[in-house]
C-alpha cells in the first residue's frame, strides 16, 4: 500500500523545526527558563579555570533539559489534541513528561558537581 505523503527535503525539514521552535519560545515558559539557564550556565562553562574538555561536558549537559523540555511540550500538546477533559491518563501523562525534565536538571546538576570536583581536584 503506498501512501500519499508529501515528499519532503531538508530545507523543509529544517523550517518545520525552526517553527517547533518559535512555537516552544512562544508558548512555553518553562522552555524560556530552560533557554535563560543555557546562556547563563553556559558562558560560565567556557569561563571556569578548567581544561576544555571539562568545559565541554558542562557545557553539553545543559541541552538534557533543553531536550527534556522539549519532549515533555510535545507530550503535552498532543494530551492537550487528544483531550481538554480531565482524564487520570492524560494527568499521568503530562505527569511523566514533567519527571523527565526533573530527572533532566538533577543529571546535569550531578554532571556539573562531578565534573567540577575532578576539573578543579576540590577532594
Do not use: C
Not at 12 to 20: H, L, S, T
Request: aromatic letters at 14%.
Amino acid at each position: 500500500m503506498k501512501l500519499n505523503k508529501p515528499k519532503h527535503n531538508l530545507y523543509r525539514n529544517a523550517m518545520y523545526a525552526v517553527e517547533g521552535f518559535i512555537d516552544i519560545v512562544k508558548n512555553e515558559t518553562s522552555f524560556k527558563w530552560q533557554l535563560l539557564m543555557l546562556a547563563i550556565f553556559g558562558v560560565m562553562a567556557w569561563v571556569l579555570p578548567i581544561s576544555f574538555g571539562y568545559s565541554a561536558i558542562l557545557f553539553i549537559s545543559l541541552f538534557f533539559p533543553i531536550s527534556a523540555e522539549v519532549t515533555n511540550s510535545a507530550i503535552e500538546r498532543v494530551v492537550d489534541l487528544v483531550t481538554q477533559d480531565y482524564h487520570i491518563l492524560a494527568k499521568q501523562a503530562k505527569d511523566v513528561g514533567a519527571t523527565l525534565v526533573l530527572l533532566s536538571l538533577f543529571v546535569t546538576l550531578l554532571v556539573w558537581i562531578f565534573t567540577l570536583v575532578v576539573a578543579l581536584k576540590v577532594i
